[in-house]
């Protein structure tokens, strides 16, 4: 798919943060499985990634990530890193 070529991290968050705020977690679940899971590790990825999992119900899913989070927390900083105590 050509239009899957110029998608970035930054893109697929605000279109993730997009649904989300519109209560539509369910699509904002398939954007983030269909750009994020599996073509990308960096942390903050993956933070929105555990938010998203949460708001869905897929809490095992999320804490599964929590470690990787966690031992991050240099990068992400500590605002980051307070939030990723609570998934």
Do not use: W
Not at 14 to 21: D, K
Not at 41 to 47: A, R, V
Not at 52 to 62: P, R, V, W
Request: proline share 3%.
């Amino acid at each position: 798919m050509i239009i899957s070529c110029f998608f970035n991290d930054s893109l697929v968050f605000y279109l993730g943060a997009f649904n989300h705020i519109e209560d539509n977690v369910k699509k904002t679940l398939s954007i983030m499985k269909e750009f994020v899971v599996g073509n990308t590790f960096e942390p903050l990825s993956m933070y929105y990634l555990a938010v998203i999992y949460k708001a869905n119900g897929l809490y095992e899913e999320a804490n599964k990530l929590k470690p990787e989070l966690e031992s991050s927390s240099y990068e992400l900083g500590p605002i980051v890193t307070q939030k990723i105590l609570k998934i």
